[in-house]
């Protein structure tokens, strides 16, 4: 079974630009997360998909972020117009239940962006 | 706000025994996870615990305070593919993703 996936691996954009990361969840998950971690610092929350419906978007920095979740399979999170301080490792993760002891997320390898 | 403390960085020898601690403030708990994740690659769920007491699950032991709003994570007989940072993270509701991640430990082990 294929884990969770992230595409791209890196990124170099210049400011200004626009960067589209897109996120294959295993399949069968509901529950799709986006996490950032910028300068080595914690992994933040970023948002929260329940198939197609964002459940939690609370951890988005700002609205130059967008991130979608057409027909709760894939999602992309948008930076436009992307800033210096955007740079950092985009996680994705995902979950099939919610909750409970034995629930646990999966995380893919990240997509590591840098805003030059 | 919601913190989540755990050391830079932890050095040991292989075959030693070592324990990473976390504390933690958030606005919610459910439970207390832990991560591991290699250079470059995904962050791999260790461990869970939302009750007090010790979970083990091999070389790796995960415990709970919840009174203390402490846990740790035990590695014994340490591997160099030990080497890695490790994450405690809090689930703050129900949600298994949602956590709030401390910012790693990055543990190093010499032969």
């Known amino acids: 079974e294929a884990g969770v996936t992230q595409f791209p691996s890196h990124s170099v954009i210049e400011k200004g630009q626009t960067v589209t990361l897109r996120c294959d969840p295993i399949?069968?998950?509901?529950?799709l997360y986006w996490y950032r971690r910028v300068m080595g610092k914690e992994i933040k929350f970023l948002l929260h998909?329940?198939?197609?419906?964002?459940?939690?978007e609370s951890g988005m920095p700002n609205n130059r972020f967008l991130a979608e979740r057409t027909g709760g399979t894939y999602s992309t999170l948008k930076v436009q117009p992307a800033e210096l301080e955007d740079s950092g490792v985009y996680f994705c993760?995902?979950?099939?239940?919610?909750?409970?002891?034995?629930?646990?997320?999966?995380f893919g390898q990240g997509t590591r962006l840098t805003v030059v | 706000g919601q913190s989540l403390e755990q050391p830079s960085e932890v050095t040991a020898v292989e075959g030693a025994i070592v324990q990473i601690n976390c504390t933690y403030q958030?606005?919610?708990?459910?439970?207390l996870s832990w991560y591991q994740q290699h250079d470059g690659g995904a962050p791999t769920f260790l461990s869970y615990?939302?009750?007090?007491g010790l979970e083990e699950t091999g070389r790796f032991s995960s415990f709970l305070s919840r009174s203390d709003s402490y846990g740790y994570l035990l590695l014994q007989e340490l591997q160099m593919k030990d080497s890695a940072s490790y994450f405690c993270?809090?689930?703050?509701?129900?949600?298994?993703?949602?956590?709030?991640f401390g910012d790693g430990t990055t543990l190093t082990v010499k032969p």
């Open positions: 993760a995902s979950s099939q239940d919610t909750g409970g002891r034995g629930s646990e997320a999966f």
């Open positions: 399949s069968g998950h509901d529950n």
């Open positions: 998909f329940v198939k197609e419906s964002k459940q939690d």
């Open positions: 958030t606005s919610g708990f459910y439970g």
């Open positions: 615990n939302a009750l007090d």
């Open positions: 993270a809090v689930r703050v509701n129900t949600n298994a993703g949602k956590s709030t």
